[in-house]
């Protein structure tokens, strides 16, 4: 069994404020830390449920100031056993999937979308210029749209972990109660109830160890039998007029943008290529 982490930053255990997810604030060392130590849980699961390889990847951008460079782990203190991507756009990273090499995904870090109520550090894409990403008219988390990309190569979903929120939400999008560690609760955006992080990381461990010898409750390949209509509304025109230059693309509103396809990903690289 092969499984492809994808990991992110905001629902981690004790992460609750922008400061600890990056720039020169000196709570980013504090929650790179907690970030690190989550992901390992993850993986100590995975392969304790035995998996034959795991990869993880890191899709949080928040690591420089300005920067999207994708290398928040304090690579010291990964655990051994499985291979870390670091500095890869986030949802560019489809190798395995096109490859055939990953059985199987799971999330770690998961936060939910921009807008939803009680959702800690809620956003999709980028909490400061993308208002709302949907899909036929449905809208959708960042982890919704790295299922459906996974969907798109006929590969399912395993686990989460994260924001209740965030968890509650893959959950009713994909139409599968999947195995779920909620780490913590909003209380608001900047507002949490959350367990102790060490406590966090031994849910996560067994939620994913369990969740490699149950396949029968993972989720099955996201798909659709309609063409795939991707709607992102940003926060300005000035945002939305240079991505419609690209083909495919098209200008929907003064700061809205659409692209199609007849599946997920193929719509979503088209919106998404200027910046993979």
């Given amino acids: 069994m092969r499984v492809v982490l994808f990991c ?3 629902g981690v255990c004790g992460i609750q404020s922008w400061e600890q997810t990056g720039g ?7 929650g790179r830390e907690l970030y690190t130590e989550e992901v390992n849980a993850a993986v100590r699961g995975c392969l304790a449920g035995g998996a034959a390889s795991v990869v993880a990847q890191d899709g949080h951008g928040g690591a420089y100031p300005g920067g999207r460079a994708f290398m928040n782990w304090i690579p010291s203190l990964l655990a051994a056993g499985a291979e870390y991507v670091r500095g890869y756009r986030w949802s560019s990273y489809v190798e395995p999937l096109e ?3 990953c059985d199987v995904i799971g999330f770690v870090g998961a936060h939910a979308r921009a807008g939803l109520e009680n959702a800690v550090l809620s956003h999709t894409v980028n909490a400061d210029g993308w208002y709302s990403v949907s899909m036929n008219g449905q809208e959708i988390s960042e982890s919704a749209i790295i299922a459906a990309i996974a969907g798109s190569f006929g590969v399912p979903v395993g686990a989460i972990a994260g924001d209740a929120a965030a968890c509650d939400e893959l959950s009713a999008f994909l139409g599968s109660d999947i195995p779920c560690a909620r780490v913590k609760m909003g209380l ?7 367990l102790a992080p060490v406590a966090a990381r031994a849910l996560v461990e067994e939620t994913f160890r369990t969740a490699m010898r149950s396949r029968e409750r993972w989720a099955p390949p996201y798909t659709t039998r309609d063409t795939v209509v991707i709607r992102v509304e940003l926060a ?3 945002r939305a007029r240079p991505m419609a230059e690209y083909e495919g ?5 003064p700061r809205t943008v659409e692209v199609e396809g007849r599946t997920f990903y193929e719509a979503w690289r088209k919106l ?3 910046w993979s």
């Fill in 8 to 10: 992110d930053m905001e």
């Fill in 24 to 30: 020169s604030s000196p709570l980013y060392q504090e």
């Fill in 99 to 101: 490859k055939g090499e």
């Fill in 188 to 194: 608001g955006r900047y507002a949490v109830r959350m």
């Fill in 236 to 238: 300005s025109p000035d």
């Fill in 249 to 253: 693309v098209t200008l929907v509103g």
């Fill in 272 to 274: 998404w290529r200027p």
